[in-house]
């Protein structure tokens, strides 16, 4: 009895192969830096985790599809802060972002449809859009031009007969790049001139360290082309909570979300209790994190500086960068840095890019440093990079490298 | 900017035509008496409630894809209740049953392949294989023979070359059905002889009155093709929580769930620490339940059986019964009730049974009833019920229909 081809097709997560090395690692007595991952370390906002704590119900029921009103009433006006003036019946709550985009692919394509994305994109896009049965279509963006949003030449050179939106991450997982308000709005006119819809995953938005963040929904002319997906997981440091949104003022892909939404019941209660507390915290609890995200970012930027042949910028946004590491392969170098590096007792996990790509080969030797560990953590992480870079290129397995 | 057509075509919920009715019911003041779903009005066990409340974590993290596996070796524990032995490793916490059906349709078929279900069955299963690209074909059981589960020929009759697997819920929603031990095991033959997977609902395991309840994990002469789902939704009256199970010995099949664990990143945390401590509370907690249940189902049996015209049989497990009423159409009279109907300030609301047959005139006269309800509220909504059946058949409405 075999699975479906589907199944076994899957696209898996880019680190996905290093996690029995990772395990191994542990086994042996390493302790692991994890960069790997998006997980932050940053406390989820106590007063609101009080909040779920003292919730009075005595039947935890389905609630409605759509995400508790409340909620939903909630979100609308925290949207407020970026301007954008959006009714709770435009929202829906999800169980994580990932559900918000399984819900926009479903009602927006058909199997067989293509979808245009700027590579190197967040890895889980390609699994739910092999889910759903739709191609991705991917534009380029590169190191050199510190991943900038492409050229409105290159996305229309992408556009088929069958393309039926494009999707961003603003700011990027993984690259740590804040779009313009000026190339929103200059795709915004490609968007609506050929028809498509426009999906952006805003989950980063609260992490913008140089300039504010623009959203997509502030764009007039696009209003019912613009679909939204949010989380609480990032910005709240609530991941685990498993609570996100869909935002858009289309009515019909509301009503098909709608029945996606009936179909799986309701999101999960407990976590929409934390995340109406969350924002309540928005003001005493949002500097602080974003203001520790950017030292860290700073600290990572100067080491990295500093290291023989890696190449890197200063993210502007979210909590990712893309290093360009001086080695043969930046898989192979993560793996070794589990299997055969150990330094001051530690090693360092990251995760290789070329996952991240369609073209695997845009990414062989770039890696996605996440900066989710505190200043000291983020420390010994750099000294460990270091001296595993150093290690690798000087190191027998070079050797053996070159000789197959 | 139109939804895809998979959107619009997405089958809804048997009773969302009626939401709308039983909107103006309430504006116009009417208390609605709802039989129409499978919410329990049971409280959720204290104590466990209690757990969640003491959550230590500061961070509400990812967890683990496959969920906690502290949760998982309970759940495993718990199964041997029921005489099943299974290793932690063969079950994923899901996000309620619904992403536990999601995961076996994905992970068993291919667009095109065909599943075999016997009808009337919970209607979003509709949905899901929809959602999948696989379809439906049904078996059909009857009223007269109280559904059980239809003869090996009947299977036989139904299986193409398509066919990939066989799709239960027992006990059954919308029946209230309890199959067999012996007519499982005459199923798993076919189902070994035909190499098809045997995909088995067994969220109501809990709420069976007259004859034990035997899981198709036991047998072992399929082990190789078994995937059953659960939840703690009905059993531990947590549908809120969304969290749910899928048990499988196969090990392609828990590899393919796997990835689509992974593309959802994990169930959520609070349900799953409810969940874990809910089981801690079995023996104090559920016997008090099914006593519950079945005194309201006698109950049930009794005032229906009284009804002039209404056919009724006992249910033998969870908590749903399907009654046919002496009426043109069910759908219309249940829809009568919101609009037009109200016995001392309230109206009863019931599911119209054709949306959970693909042959919707073998369900025209027929409604599910869930006693999910108190009984001094299930005696209002029968005295309701009896009063409304008289009304219908004597007012105008019938007039206009026959004038139709």
Redesign the interface.
Known sequence: ????????E?S??PI?SLIPYARAAVAAGKEILHLN?G??????P?KA?QK????P???????SSEGMESLRKRVAQYYEKFDIEISYENILVT??A??AI?FSL??????G?EIIIPEPFYA?YL??TQ?S?IHIVPVSTSFEQEFELPSTEAFYDAISPKTKAIFLCNPSNPTGKLYSKASLERLAKLVKDQ?L?LIVDEVYREFCYDESFYSVLNIESIR??VIVIDSISKVF??????IGYVVTR?D??I???V??A??????????QV?AEACYDECDEYLPEVKQEYSERRLYLYERLSQMEGVRTYKPTAAFYNVVVLPVDDAERFCKWMLTDFVYDGHTVMMAPCDGFYIDKSLGKKQVRIAYVLSKDKLAKAMDCLEAGLQAYNTSEHLVEVDAI
């Open positions: 009895m075999k699975s479906s081809n589907r199944g076994v899957l898996e997560s996905r991952i997980q932050p370390d940053i406390r989820t106590k985790l779920v704590l003292s919730i119900d005595d039947v935890i029921a389905y609630g169980t994580g990932s559900e399984q479903f009602s927006c394509f058909d199997p449809d889980n699994g739910y889910m049965g028809n819809f019912d082309n440091s609530s991941c685990g909570a498993r289309n019909d892909i009503q098909a979300m029945r996606y009936q179909l799986r019941l309701c999101p999960p209660h407990f976590g934390l």
